[in-house]
């Protein structure tokens, strides 16, 4: 047979609850009479409205492939060809009638084959903005993507995996999926009323994966969106697509999912952090894995495999996604400030840097000298507290808000440290504590070296606030003599590890 027959072959495909007939240039589907505990399929009616409501719902995205429905009827007894509706007791059955779709262009099998599809991805995250923008809203949505309702599907799901621990799932993992998932909702009520204020909560597909989506040469086609309850469709339009980029991640292609999700946030302008989309990338990660556990206890042997893979998908971006707030000090010259801002570009957090803000305290350009002797001018200590006080309230919005937070300060106060830790504590965020250390002489000479740098601080200063620093036992020393990568490197590892 050649190419062109084989594509028009005519195929059957049956799932749990429905079949698909792939016969020339179309797919019927029809649904089963079963009964399942999130759905009712057991009469005509029933199946009916179900197909109904996945016509509507698909023609959102795809109107040129969801065609119509489709009647047909049992064969008369006696053979005869008796129209339909001439018939009595044998009730119509309808299908979904669709346009086929070319089984080769189906994303999932381009990603494994390593087609380029990167145009594509971009296409269609413009597609899916494009329909996030005009997607039905309304109270009743917005309260389904609200940080509780998101606790509720977290719970449904995480109680699954529980009794596959130490068997199919790590003995480690579903407690470090429950602990992470918890500090992270918990410490970020504002982020989620933001969310919800700013009208991100939308009527979505649902079920964005590689597998239901097809590049064709006019433009992507997302298909089989989520219908049989509406709840879990109404979602956050970042939870929408985290779906496809986990799938690509499950694929083996990270780094299409990082893409997807960077042009879906350009067109539709969303400003989430980056603990967002790693929460819901291991939110559906998550799903995924307590379906692979149910399949694995049912006899699947792919299943429990799966499951694993997914659950690890899921820790590791919980892991990423956790809010840190870093305290990185240090004497002057320790080279606390660079260190700072390249740990900050490396993982997307947000620098609040002491000399910054202190001459913002004073009205003072921060490339204005401002020098003074020790404890005098700006620097006079109820001008530190007032400093500090301020630091921290700008780090609990932001730790709030869902980022990470790096504070570029000296630290030589044990009570600020304290009430640093006291802010982890209250917004469940991942503590780390830094100390910058570098030799006399190589701080002397970078203090000598600094030219419109927003610090003051001479080398008598310095040495004078090494005579009063209260020791730092909690903090992790980091040598910064040397050069900042081999720094930045040390400081990521204890980044990556502060959550766990």
């Known amino acids: ?190 982020l989620f009323a933001r969310r919800i204020a700013e009208d991100r909560i939308v009527d979505g597909h649902g079920d964005l994966i590689a597998a239901d989506v097809f590049c064709l040469d006019d433009g992507p086609r997302a298909l089989d969106c989520l219908e049989f309850d509406d709840r879990l469709r109404f979602v956050d339009g970042l939870d929408d697509v985290a779906f496809l980029a986990m799938d690509l991640e499950r694929l083996g292609r990270p780094d299409l999912g990082e893409a997807f999700l960077d042009s879906y946030v350009e067109f539709s302008g969303d400003p989430a952090p980056m603990s967002l989309r790693h929460h819901y990338i291991a939110y559906r990660a998550g799903v995924r894995a307590k379906v692979g556990c149910i399949r694995h206890a049912q006899g699947d042997p792919t299943a429990g495999p799966e499951a694993a893979h997914y659950a690890a998908i899921a820790l590791r971006h919980l892991r990423a996604g956790a809010p840190r707030l870093v305290l990185v000090g240090g004497l002057p010259g320790t080279g606390k400030s660079t260190l700072s801002g390249a740990l900050a570009d490396r993982f997307g957090a947000v620098v609040l840097s002491s000399d910054r803000v202190r001459k913002e305290l004073a009205g003072i350009d921060p490339a204005r000298p401002a020098g003074a002797a020790f404890g005098q001018g700006i620097y006079a200590p109820e001008r530190t507290e007032e400093l500090y006080a301020e630091l921290l309230h700008r780090a609990e919005g932001l730790l709030g808000r869902g980022e990470s937070v790096v504070l570029d300060a000296s630290w030589t106060s044990a009570p600020h440290r304290a009430t640093a830790v006291d ?48 020791p730092w036992p909690d903090a992790v020393p980091v040598d910064t003599a040397g050069p900042v990568g081999v720094a930045l490197e040390r400081a990521a590892a204890l980044w990556r590890d502060a959550a766990g």
């Open 423 to 470: 802010l982890a504590r209250r917004t469940s965020s991942e503590l780390l504590q830094l100390e910058c250390r570098a030799g006399a002489g190589t701080t002397a000479r970078r203090i000598a070296g600094r030219h419109g740098d927003p610090s003051d601080a001479t080398v008598p200063v310095a040495t004078l606030m090494a005579t009063v620093a209260d």
């Open 1 to 190: 047979m050649d190419e062109a027959k084989a594509e028009q072959a005519a195929a059957l495909h049956e799932t749990h609850i429905g079949v698909v007939l792939l016969l020339g240039d179309r797919a019927y589907k029809l649904k089963k009479p079963v009964r399942t505990a999130f759905l009712d399929f057991s009469t005509p009616e029933q199946r009916l409205t179900a197909l109904r409501r996945e016509l509507e719902l698909n023609r959102r995205l795809a109107p040129d492939v969801y065609l119509g429905l489709s009647r047909v009827s049992a064969p008369s007894p006696t053979g005869e060809d008796v129209p339909s509706e001439d018939r009595r007791g044998e009730p119509a059955e309808h299908l979904l009638v669709m346009r086929r779709m070319p089984a080769e262009r189906r994303l999932s099998t381009l990603v494994r084959e390593g087609a380029d599809v990167e145009g594509a991805l971009r296409a269609l995250a413009r597609q899916v903005a494009a329909f996030h923008a005009g997607a039905d809203r309304g109270p009743g949505i917005a309260a389904e993507g609200g940080r509780e309702a998101l606790r509720a599907r977290w719970a449904a799901n995480t109680v699954e995996l529980h009794p596959y621990e130490g068997t199919v799932l790590p003995t480690s993992t579903p407690a470090a999926i429950d602990r992470l998932v918890t500090r992270f909702l918990d410490g970020r009520g504002p």
